[in-house]
């Protein structure tokens, strides 16, 4: 019968990702790999949770629960602070090159076109 598209790409798969062995060996050798990674998996958790609350509002029209939303907004900047040591950059030097970044791509306003453009990405970009 030979092998099925399942068994292929499962065959795919394990040759073309590193070996979870080494990745706990890099982890374990360096802290702050772990802490970097501790960090990001706590702004993708929390981030997830303040998804599942708006959809709640949205899709099921139960209401904002604002309460849990400050909540998840608390965790997140909880693990942002702590992204933010691990690389050892501040939170105002963030908030500088965010701004920078947003005039760059919104000169005066938001407009669709702008947010197409994205002229903060390449100003030598035609599409």
Do not use: C, W
């Not at 702050?32 to 949205?58: N, P, Q």
């Amino acid at each position: 019968m030979g092998n099925t598209v399942d068994q292929e790409y499962e065959d795919f798969v394990k040759t073309r990702v590193k070996d979870p062995a080494v990745i706990a060996e890099s982890i374990h050798r360096n802290p702050r790999t772990a802490g970097l990674l501790h960090a990001v998996l706590g702004i993708s958790g929390e981030a997830g949770e303040l998804v599942d609350a708006v959809k709640k509002a949205v899709i099921y029209e139960k209401g904002l629960d604002i309460q849990n939303v400050i909540e998840e907004l608390g965790d997140l900047e909880f693990y942002m602070e702590m992204l933010r040591q691990e690389i050892g950059v501040p939170r105002d030097v963030i908030v500088y090159y965010n701004i920078f970044k947003l005039k760059k791509r919104y000169p005066d306003t938001y407009t669709d076109q702008h947010a197409i453009e994205r002229k903060d990405k390449t100003d030598a970009s035609t599409s």
